[in-house]
């Protein structure tokens, strides 16, 4: 996997993105030379032919990306992957028929719109082939990485599933500890491992042990990290993998000398300006929302229209959330501080509405404003829960040394939760993102909210 970003991706995945960015590119202009032999040049350079391209090509990206067309789980998907690149012509083809119906000079239709049009049909065509050989290669034991995981438990079959599935890393896991039959021991966890690697040959070995005394076969695994083989811990690769740090087994010193963690005072100033400029640009974009929303929590039931609520923000200071009311009044009066559970009956009707679009979020917008929180970051939680989170969680303080977010990594990767092994899962993804923050991953986040927001999914 390589680290871009402060994000990993596979190698492959970066692969098929880039070779995809190319082949769009390249089957527009070839189809642009062909059909314009004479004024090519002009088209091209003088009259903005290679911009133009490359917000096609931004857009095919775009498409693809949003229709899952990266997901890595579905590279070997042959007639899944047929679809989605069918369903991304379709809509390029409709989409462009529109900017030439509306903005005729942006697409010339006599020289330039031509070129586009027989550009996507060659677009068609090396798309399905190169999707096809991508196909291919991940299938291809050839191309893949041997590797043996050494370890056994929860931990270590959470690592082999996830080799296993993530097909697009180039893996193959020749072998691990939990094969090995009788008593384990430093002797025979070292006869298995050695054995494996003269026989089937090794590349990397993953160590996923959760007690290594007696057992860790120390001397082997410095023959064979001299010989080539890559050596590495459990702990950086199931962050990889699944895009979180798991707490369980976790030493607090590998998150003091672990890579990342790092909020330097350029970093903050860039995060604080780049979040009040989009918190103002969009509380200006939803001001002719804002009537019709508070008109509508109004009249569908009694009480006030924003709902204020305490939160717990960067280092543990509390301050007010604002949001839309999205339910009864009275939802709390004799329960107490709840989580919402699924179909829960206290969400009013147009609360429902305003949930599932995270039309009741617009209010928070004055909470980025005034610094309490960023757009992107760990979601706050309420002092009631943090306290029993704080004692039942190992290491969820460590969500509190950064401003909270209105989206989040823990969002857009996790369904809502309102259980405690569902803060639990949300922390693990919380860590990865502190971890790892970036302006880049930020970006990423706020793609993916999009996204979201659009198909509909995880609201309550």
Sequence with gaps: MIRLFNVHYPVRTLVLLVGEALLVGCSLVLAIWWLNPERNWILLNIEGGYLKIACVTAIVLLL???????????????????????????????SLAAVDFLYPYFLPGRVFLPGVKWGLVLLAVTLFGWRAACGWMVQVPY??????????????????????????????????????????????????????????????????????????????????????????????????????IEVEHLNPSWLVFAEGFRFSTPFRLMRRLLNFSVALIG?????????????AVKLDSPGPILYRQKRVGRG???????????????????????????????????????????????????CVLEGDMHFVGPRPERPEFVEWLTNAIPFYYVRHMVRPGITGWAQVQYKYGNTLEDAREKLQYDLFYIKNASIFLDMLIMFQTIKIVILGRGAK
């Excluded at 229709?67 to 998907?77: C, E, I, K, Q, V």
């Excluded at 509380?283 to 008109?295: E, R, Y």
């Excluded at 709840?338 to 206290?346: G, I, S, V």
Aim: proline content about 4%; glycine content about 8%.
């Design 64 to 94: 693809s990306h949003g229709l899952d067309a990266y997901d890595s789980a579905s590279l070997g998907a042959k007639w899944e992957q047929i679809f989605r690149l069918v369903v991304v012509l379709c809509v390029l083809a409709f």
């Design 283 to 295: 509380l200006v974009l939803a001001l002719p929302l804002l009537p019709f929303i508070m008109l």
């Design 143 to 244: 191309f893949r990485e041997r590797v043996y995981v050494l370890g056994t438990g929860d931990r270590a079959q959470r690592l082999l599933d996830g080799l296993r599935q993530r097909s697009e890393l180039g893996i193959e896991v020749v072998g691990w500890t939990g094969n090995i039959e009788g008593e384990l021991t430093r002797e025979t966890v070292a006869a298995h491992l050695v054995g494996l690697a003269s026989n089937s040959g090794v590349d990397r070995v993953i160590v996923a042990m959760p007690d290594r005394r007696g057992t860790l076969p120390v001397e082997e695994l410095l023959d064979l990290r001299l010989a080539g083989v890559k050596v590495e811990e459990a702990t950086s690769w199931l962050e990889k993998i699944y895009g979180r």
């Design 316 to 366: 543990g200071v509390p301050f007010y959330c604002y949001k839309f009311r999205t339910m009864r009044q009275d939802a709390e009066a004799d329960t107490g501080a709840t989580w919402a559970t699924d179909d829960d009956p206290r969400i009013t009707r147009v609360g429902k509405i305003l949930r599932v679009s995270r039309l009741d979020e617009i209010p928070q917008l004055r």
